[in-house]
């Protein structure tokens, strides 16, 4: 069954960086776009970045755009999110999901928690 | 990039409707038809319920239905259920990036 896992969340100081990694497994990786989406704690759901299935473009929230870098790596099923400069504002549980069209995020992983302390 | 806008909440009994409205401008909702639809209970991963306006994914009820006049896109849901009790999120694509809305918590009463 179609699975996604997120890794690499943690505490990290403003300022610094932390890479999110997004492993895939039961479905063909590279025939599918891939989004990172947000959510604040007891917050709303914020789009932050998308690559599409072949990794020739990506795309970047207004707020992330600059600090934050989208990549796959098809050999590994594997997406992540290489976020630096970070802000007390990047607090947020990080859902990797995979797309069937460019907003219909039909699977998500569990999430993985980014605390930035100041 | 600004949120949609979505009602903060909506309620109704079981076996009755509801409809969410998510306000956009021409430069997201009004100018595609890439409107999604999720459902998130507490602590769990968004779960798609519509995409591209009005299609349903596989295994999600015919219940829920989808529409779109101008810049305003709905979500329906018909014959309420308790475990339609969640909040509810509509996304559209705008240009290069997607915004998602503020959120509707349904309660089912």
């Known amino acids: 069954q179609v699975q996604l896992v997120e890794s690499g969340g943690g505490v990290v100081q403003s300022g610094r960086s932390l890479r999110l990694s997004c492993a895939a497994s039961?479905?063909?990786?590279?025939?599918?776009?891939f989004h990172w989406v947000r959510q604040s704690p007891g917050k709303g759901l914020e789009w932050v970045a998308a690559?599409?299935?072949?990794?020739?473009?990506?795309y970047y929230g207004d707020s992330v755009k600059g600090r934050f870098s989208i990549s796959r790596d098809d050999s590994k099923n594997t997406l992540y999110l290489q976020m630096n400069s970070l802000t007390v504002e990047d607090t947020a549980l990080y859902y990797c999901?995979?797309?069937?069209?460019?907003?219909?995020?039909?699977?998500w992983g569990q999430g993985t928690l980014v605390t930035v302390s100041s | 990039q600004s949120a949609l806008t979505q009602p903060p909440s909506a309620s109704g009994s079981p076996g009755q409707s509801v409809a969410i409205s998510c306000t956009g401008t021409?430069?997201?909702?009004?100018?595609?038809?890439?409107v999604s639809w999720y459902q998130q209970h507490p602590g769990k991963a968004p779960k798609l319920m519509i995409y591209?306006?009005?299609k349903r994914p596989s295994g999600v009820p015919d219940r829920f239905s989808g529409s779109k006049s101008g810049n305003t896109a709905s979500l329906t849901v018909s014959g309420l259920q308790a475990e339609d009790e969640a909040d509810y999120y509509c996304s559209s694509y705008a240009g290069g990036h997607s915004v998602f809305g503020t959120g509707t918590k349904v309660t089912v009463l």
């Open positions: 591209d306006v009005t």
């Open positions: 690559i599409w299935y072949d990794g020739s473009k990506k």
């Open positions: 021409s430069s997201d909702v009004g100018g595609y038809n890439y």
């Open positions: 999901a995979r797309d069937i069209t460019f907003t219909g995020l039909d699977s």
């Open positions: 039961g479905f063909t990786f590279r025939s599918h776009g």
